[in-house]
T-cell receptor, first 112, second 118 residues
């Protein structure tokens, strides 16, 4: 089965810097989503990019998708301490709930 | 809306005991997911319901695990008997799946139940 794999596993940056996280997957997808998880909390949906889209923006978030390389990246610009969390990509290969797989996540620490 | 509500938030039990986790999805959502999260295995999908019907339970680890959704506003995940290796955070998530068309499975998560089996 396919699985999103985030890279790096952990990232530590200073407040104000940009943070980039990558996600690779193995099979064709309908869409790819990014979620954030604060410590001790559930996951929160951030952004979805469809397979026919190459780039999408939402506030300080920018997501790219390269289906030829089966990879996606999440860029957080001008990071803040409140961005400290784990970030997960989720690949949706269709059939709704089936073939919907979360990667292991990237733990981001933004230092004040 | 209050979001997805899970109870209890924390559960500590002894090996061999029955554990029941509860979930109330967002009103109007017709799909419900149970996940288990551990450091070693990450986030694993256990079972997925659509319109109260179990669609895919291939992620349920073994017969000790069972899940029910008697109505659109309530679901349970039961472990009987529980074992120390079941210790994890269990999440419930819900989404709305419209009929037909290209659907986006955007999931809304509860705060989770942290289960410790001693």
């Amino acid at each position: 089965s396919q699985q999103g794999e985030e890279d790096p596993q952990a990232l530590s940056i200073q407040e104000g810097e940009n943070a980039t996280m990558n996600c690779s997957y193995k099979t064709s997808i309908n869409n790819l989503q990014w979620y954030r998880q604060n410590s001790g909390r559930g996951l929160v949906h951030l952004i979805l990019i469809r397979s026919n889209e190459r780039e999408k923006h939402s506030g300080r978030l920018r997501v790219t998708l390269d289906t030829s390389k089966k990879s996606s990246s999440l860029l957080i610009t001008a990071s803040r301490a409140a961005d400290t969390a784990s970030y997960f990509c989720a690949t949706d290969a269709g059939n709704y709930g089936q073939n919907f797989v979360f990667g292991p996540g990237t733990r981001l620490s933004v230092l004040p | 809306d209050a979001g997805v509500i899970q109870s209890p938030r924390h559960e500590v039990t002894e090996m061999g005991q029955e554990v029941t986790l509860r979930c109330k999805p967002i009103s109007g959502h017709n799909s419900l997911f149970w996940y288990r999260q551990t450091m070693m295995r990450g986030l694993e999908l256990l079972i997925y319901f659509n319109n109260n019907v179990p669609i895919d339970d291939s992620g349920m680890p073994e017969d000790r695990f069972s899940a029910k959704m008697p109505n659109a506003s309530f679901s349970t995940l039961k472990i009987q008997p529980s074992e120390p290796r079941d210790s994890a955070v269990y999440f419930c998530a819900s989404s709305y799946r419209p009929r037909g068309g290209r659907t986006k499975n955007i999931q809304y998560f509860g705060a989770g139940t942290r289960l410790s089996v001693l």
